[in-house]
């Protein structure tokens, strides 16, 4: 056990009461181990007093629980790859984190230095990651189909050595791509904004000005039935009083796995439609309620993955599968991005910061060197215990204080809070009154704890 393990487990305790806005029940936490427990709210001291059930039986189990946050934090490698075929994209998004001269005049990549590359990424991952288990490669933004000749070839190429996804704007994926794409399973990503264009054209449109919302409903209407897609709405000032039309939208299209997500505030374009986070909070949980009254008028789920993962984070912290609201967070550790200029970032937020560059794949020593890089360390060592006000904050763990890049360039360092911190504290408190009501499963995927094991249990 490492110094830093036994440290945290020395520091558990006494549990900090937060008020969750719960009619019965307040949860009590110790953020140095991301443990929490439910208590009765008008009994909370006597619950956490000294020599009591909860008390005795935490102390047991901190060096336990701080272990396994130590491993999560800074014990992974990375599993995956955000691979950017392209800096073109076809539609000019005003929140966009990549800037406007890449995604209208940049380079694709060749097919030929994409082969190259995930050959190089393919031997990588061999030598850190368990036998038979494959690595998970997103062809990501700007567009990807604006040079699906090579991505296409890749991903015949490497059918059996990566688990393949796109993520697309849905402007190109006609009915040759789509019959490419489901034939070999490969999960499929769309992006739309509003429930209807007027909202969508709002902050999603062509360089020339023309919407492009039907042309994703199409898109969406040809994967209908497949079991591999989502789509994610960014919200904003222009789409947040719609987001429960667009969970409407989205199950009547019968879509498996959405996202709602926050704004991404990277870049300055971002931030001229950025809610406050007492709106985005309202909207958001608007927009949840009405997925839990149509899951229980349908029996049929749309998951909302990115509110999933926060329930996850907070019921099986380890068996999360987004890496954003953890710090560090997954950015050169779980995942890294390969650019279309062959370089490597610790994730594609960065790719328009060229201070990020950890080094070209083909030709300067490869993954093992940019991991090892001052770009990437950056990154990796942003630690929420590290820095105010996140460091005295009850559910830092929960919330990972995202996303570093969004620090960086819209706070003025690595040592300073994201966007929305608010909004996460109360996404957070809304989970567990979530849990207090018996109704978290209500809300992910089904089997979401088969593997788990329970490592505290008290009724």
Request: net charge negative; glycine share 10%; proline share 5%.
């Amino acid at each position: 056990m490492t110094d830093a393990i036994l440290a945290r487990a020395a520091s558990a305790g006494p549990l900090i009461p937060v008020d969750i806005g719960h009619d019965v029940y307040a949860a009590v936490t110790d953020p140095n181990t991301a443990f929490w427990a439910l208590v009765d709210k008008t009994r909370i001291a006597e619950s956490v007093a000294d020599g009591t059930a909860l008390i005795d039986s935490f102390r047991d189990k901190a060096a336990e629980f701080a272990r396994e946050l130590h491993a999560l934090r800074f014990g992974l490698t990375p599993s995956g790859v955000y691979l950017n075929p392209t800096e073109r994209c076809n539609l000019n998004c005003t929140y966009c984190y990549l800037p406007g001269t890449q995604r209208s005049e940049g380079q694709h990549m060749s097919e030929s230095k994409l082969i190259a590359s995930l050959g190089k990424l393919r031997d990588y991952f061999r030598t850190v990651m368990p036998e038979g288990r494959k690595p998970r490669a997103i062809f990501h933004g700007a567009e990807p189909l604006m040079n699906k000749p090579a991505v296409f070839a890749a991903i015949e190429e490497f059918g059996e050595d990566f688990a393949f996804g796109i993520q697309t704007n849905g402007t190109l994926l006609d009915n040759e791509a789509v019959e490419f794409l489901t034939s070999r399973n490969v999960s499929i990503g769309l992006s739309l904004d509003g429930p209807v264009a007027g909202i969508t054209d709002a902050t999603r449109q062509t360089w020339g000005g023309k919407s492009v919302h039907d042309k994703v409903l199409k898109a969406m209407e040809k994967l209908r039935g497949y079991g591999s897609w989502s789509v994610i709405t960014t919200c904003t000032t222009e789409n947040l009083p719609t987001l429960t039309g667009m969970v409407e939208l989205f199950h009547a299209y019968e879509v498996p796995t959405c996202m709602l997500n926050t704004l991404r505030c990277t870049l300055p374009g971002a931030r001229g439609v950025k809610p406050s986070d007492g709106d985005m909070a309202k909207a958001f949980f608007a927009a949840l309620d009405r997925t839990y009254e149509l899951y229980r008028q349908t029996g049929r789920k749309l998951l909302v993955a990115n509110f999933a993962n926060v329930l996850i984070a907070i019921l099986a912290p380890t068996a999360r599968r987004l890496m954003c609201d953890i710090s560090p967070c997954g950015g050169g550790r779980a995942f890294f991005a390969l650019a279309a200029d062959g370089s490597l970032y610790p994730c594609s937020e960065f790719i328009g910061l060229p201070r990020f560059n950890g080094g070209n794949l083909l030709d300067d020593g490869g993954v093992a060197a940019a991991l090892a890089s001052d770009a990437f360390r950056t990154v990796t060592a942003r630690d929420v215990d590290r820095f105010a006000p996140c460091n005295e904050c009850a559910i830092r763990h929960f919330c990972g204080s995202p996303c570093p890049a969004e620090a960086h360039e819209m706070n003025g360092g690595m040592g300073r809070m994201g966007a929305f911190c608010d909004f996460y504290k109360e996404q957070v408190n809304y989970a567990l009154r979530l849990i207090a009501d018996g109704k978290a499963d209500d809300y992910l995927w089904d089997g979401w704890d088969e593997g788990t094991d329970t490592t505290f249990l008290m009724q």
